[in-house]
């Protein structure tokens, strides 16, 4: 069974930096595309990167230039760096994959950020 577990949210004051990491098992990582969503209060869930399975990320517009994704293919882990974070920034992120036709999601973790 496909497993995702994300750590590393939390509160964070406007300008600061988090890292956000999800730890994959019960597939090969080498070849799975992966990616981070997020949603934020009252609102749908939303595509903020992605990565492919050979290292080629691909970023949402409103993170281009502050969010950086990341694959450590011996840990079997996938990473969301995030740099000037501001309070649109403030949602539940999900790790995510699709692995064998079915859609896998972490459960989350919460990344707040004050102004």
């Given amino acids: 069974q496909v497993q995702l577990v994300e750590s590393g949210g939390g509160l964070v004051q406007a300008g600061e930096s ?4 999800c730890a994959a098992s019960g597939l090969n990582f080498k070849i799975a595309a992966m990616a981070w969503h997020r949603q934020p209060p009252g609102k749908q869930r939303e595509l903020v ?3 492919t399975s050979g290292g ?3 970023y ?3 993170v281009k230039g502050r969010f950086t994704i990341s694959r450590d293919w011996k840990r079997s882990t996938v990473y969301l760096q995030m740099d000037t974070l501001n309070p ?13 036709s079915r859609d896998f999601w972490g459960r989350g973790t919460q990344v ?3 102004s």
């Avoid at 988090?18 to 990491?21: A, G, N, Q, T």
């Avoid at 649109?88 to 064998?100: H, M």
């Fill in 49 to 51: 990167a992605g990565i």
């Fill in 18 to 21: 988090l890292r956000l990491s």
């Fill in 60 to 62: 949402a517009d409103s």
């Fill in 112 to 114: 707040t950020v004050s």
């Fill in 88 to 100: 649109e920034d403030t949602a539940v992120y999900y790790c995510y994959t699709r692995w064998g």
């Fill in 56 to 58: 080629t990320p691909n």
